[in-house]
């Protein structure tokens, strides 16, 4: 699984990531109001939300090639990034009609966060992929 992720980590790492990160982003600049419900409780979005953000940018920072301390310390700056920009986005949401910036929305989201690095954490473990820091690839 992790070797055909990388070998295809353009389309199916690196694009999704950003794509999902602009709609995240433009999702939480929409007014509240105009937003439609998808019936889950707000916090289970957020979870989701931060999970699938985790899960994108953790595999990012295992199969980039640029930064051998990115690679080395990937489940860590997944998790300060998580954090941070879930701090950022509640923030942010302050400027947003009908948006209000929630402990407990953050705390969703770095559950949310801490879950996406532990499955693929356990993936990779169980999978027995090995990880290798080689500029070349």
Do not use: C
């Amino acid at each position: 699984m992790f070797e055909f992720l990388e070998k295809r980590k353009v389309w199916l790492v690196y694009v999704p990531l950003t794509i999902y990160w602009l709609v995240l982003f433009t999702a939480t600049t929409i007014p509240v109001e105009r937003l439609p419900s998808v019936g889950f409780s707000d916090k289970i979005n957020h979870f989701l939300a931060y999970f699938v953000l985790a899960v994108l940018v953790y595999l990012t920072l295992i199969y980039q090639r640029k930064s051998k301390y990115l690679f080395d310390k990937a489940a860590i700056a997944t998790i300060v990034i998580g954090l941070f920009y879930g701090a950022v986005d509640e923030l942010h949401q302050m400027l947003v009609p009908g948006r209000f910036a929630e402990t407990w929305d953050w705390v969703a989201d770095a559950l949310g966060t801490l879950a996406g690095v532990a499955v693929i954490s356990f993936l990779i473990n169980k999978l027995k992929y090995r990880l290798e820091f080689n500029r070349a690839a």
